[in-house]
């Protein structure tokens, strides 16, 4: 019988048992209707596309005027198409998140403490120290100004038309809804919303001489934003990670909630949610918000394209598999580039690339429990529909069959199946006689660097009735 259930995304279960449900690099994807999941394909890969000298954070990585610019630690770096880096100038911190704008001829940064800007014709990146500049805790640029929300307050800054390097202290405006500090802006469809820490208000550019931006009526939500660097933009619209433990959409100046009660559990038991950053990229028909939790060292995906999650993890010197290494990224036009949140190193996301700079990729599918009115199950034989004939003349990549008969508390020892060497179209990946359980969850695994693509499962069992 088929393993109706074997495909589908992560935590979508109720009870204690089917809390246990996984997907780790794997992304499911679905029929052209849309409807019905099909199977389920392994993550991305990262391939090196330039390594800075000194291991350190890509803390921003930006496409501008077809040349890749980055923040790696305290260095402002331009990247060339051969993955020469040249150093541009240096700022103040080391680590966090930079933000960054461009105006046309100038490169705002922003580090949570200070602001700088890089002039292009001339290649130079200065502090800004406008006495008027505020201590900045986001940035982001509409109709030729920079905007900037004011650190522990609900004001706003703008400069001056099209520099980035003149401030004034009257050049401001407040979100004055709720006495909430903003804690995040963003630039969206000509609008500026401005994100408190339990409302968020939305402004235009009304042209308005004396200061430019004024609220739109009814633009406030009793919403806040819960991590500042949450906030992504894709499939033509804003995600975040919200002041009550969601990640929601934008739906004009309403929101919808995207994540999952089971999965929402799962970060309520995180010891820290306000350090998350997301990022939000359009890959092979997928728009993909990911999100990182780096004090509890774990990432999580959303799939527009299927409205599944699933988790990305990456190999870890120190051992195990912990966050995604991605901590920044931006689109060149032909390639989707990521910057490491440690080493210095920028990678390509390649779907042809089966590693994470060498690393081996952890695929784990934890499918939901079987049960049946608390009978025993005899389980005589389990066949994986996986793609065959991946490997090469040499290498005969394997699945790791393992379950757990205690809801995910404990597993058997993992039993190792191959499907295929190159040209191998036909193997097959069987596993027979896997013993009695009232209630069973089965777990797959693959560590071998080849493509994965899981169409199914199958089941030949037997209900004791007595």
Same mark, same amino acid.
């Given at each position: 019988m088929e393993f109706k259930g074997f495909i589908g995304g992560a935590y979508k279960g109720r009870s204690v048992y089917q809390n246990a449900q996984t997907c780790v690099n794997l992304f499911p994807i679905s029929d052209p209707t849309g409807k019905n999941i099909t199977a389920l394909v392994g993550t991305p890969g990262l391939k090196i596309y330039a390594e800075y000298s000194i291991s350190a954070p890509v803390r921003a990585l930006m496409h501008v005027d077809s040349v890749v610019y980055a923040v790696i630690g305290d260095t402002f770096v331009e990247v060339?198409?051969?993955?020469?880096?040249?150093?541009?100038?240096?700022?103040?911190? $080391?680590?966090?998140?930079v933000e960054w704008a461009y105006n046309g001829t100038q490169i705002m940064l922003v580090d949570g403490t200070y602001g700088y800007i890089y002039t292009i014709s001339t290649s130079t990146l200065t502090k800004i120290t406008d006495a008027d500049f505020p201590v900045p805790s986001s940035l982001t640029y509409?109709?030729?100004?920079?905007?900037?929300?004011?650190?522990?307050?609900?004001?706003?800054?703008?400069?001056?038309?099209?520099?980035?390097?003149?401030?004034?202290?009257?050049?401001?405006? $407040?979100a004055e809804s709720h006495p909430d500090a903003?804690?995040?802006?963003? $630039?969206?469809?000509?609008?500026?919303?401005?994100?408190?820490?339990?409302?968020?208000?939305?402004? /235009?550019?009304?042209?308005?001489?004396?200061?430019?931006?004024?609220?739109?009526?009814? $633009?406030?939500? #009793?919403?806040?934003?819960?991590?500042?660097?949450?906030?992504?933009?894709g499939d033509n619209t804003l995600f975040w990670f919200d002041n009550r433990g969601f990640v929601v959409r934008a739906t004009g100046y309403n929101h919808k909630i995207v994540s999952?009660?089971?999965?929402?559990?799962?970060?309520?038991?995180?010891?820290?949610?306000?350090?998350?950053?997301?990022?939000? /990229?359009?890959?092979?028909?997928?728009?993909?918000?990911?999100i990182t939790f780096p004090s509890a060292d774990a990432t999580w995906v959303y799939d527009v394209a299927t409205n599944e999650w699933?988790?990305?993890?990456?190999?870890?010197?120190?051992?195990?598999?912990?966050?995604?290494?991605?901590?920044?990224?931006?689109?060149?036009?032909?390639?989707?580039?990521?910057?490491?949140? #440690?080493?210095?190193?920028?990678? #390509?996301?390649?779907?042809?690339? /089966?590693?994470?700079?060498?690393?081996?990729?952890?695929?784990?599918?934890?499918?939901?429990?079987?049960?049946?009115?608390?009978?025993?199950?005899?389980?005589?034989?389990?066949?994986?529909?996986?793609e065959p004939g991946v490997g090469d003349l040499v290498n005969d990549p394997a699945a790791m069959l393992s379950w757990s008969n205690d809801g995910g508390r404990t597993w058997s020892n993992e039993i190792w199946r191959t499907f295929g060497k190159v040209g191998e179209y036909f193997r097959r990946c069987v596993w027979h006689q896997l013993g009695m359980a009232r209630n069973r969850v089965f777990r797959l695994r693959i560590t071998d660097a080849y493509k994965v693509v899981i169409v199914g499962a199958y089941l030949k069992l037997r209900v004791n009735r007595h």
């Open positions: 060339a198409a051969d993955g020469t880096i040249t150093d541009r100038g240096t700022v103040e911190t $080391s680590t966090g998140i509409q109709d030729g100004y920079f905007i900037v929300s004011k650190a522990d307050s609900d004001e706003f800054f703008v400069s001056a038309l099209y520099d980035g390097t003149t401030w004034d202290a009257l050049d401001f405006a $407040s903003a804690v995040a802006i963003f $630039s969206d469809h000509r609008e500026v919303w401005i994100f408190g820490e339990k409302t968020i208000e939305v402004f /235009y550019n009304s042209g308005n001489a004396a200061f430019p931006f004024e609220r739109i009526s009814g $633009s406030i939500q #009793e919403i806040g934003c819960g991590a500042a660097h949450s906030i992504a933009q999952t009660r089971n999965i929402e559990y799962q970060w309520s038991q995180y010891a820290q949610t306000d350090d998350a950053y997301a990022i939000c /990229y359009t890959f092979q028909g997928h728009v993909w918000y990911q699933h988790e990305r993890r990456s190999y870890k010197a120190s051992g195990g598999n912990g966050r995604h290494r991605i901590f920044s990224y931006c689109w060149t036009g032909t390639k989707h580039l990521a910057g490491d949140f #440690e080493n210095g190193k920028i990678y #390509e996301i390649d779907m042809d690339t /089966y590693t994470e700079n060498n690393e081996h990729i952890l695929r784990e599918r934890t499918a939901p429990v079987i049960a049946n009115e608390n009978l025993l199950i005899t389980y005589n034989r389990f066949e994986l529909d996986i």
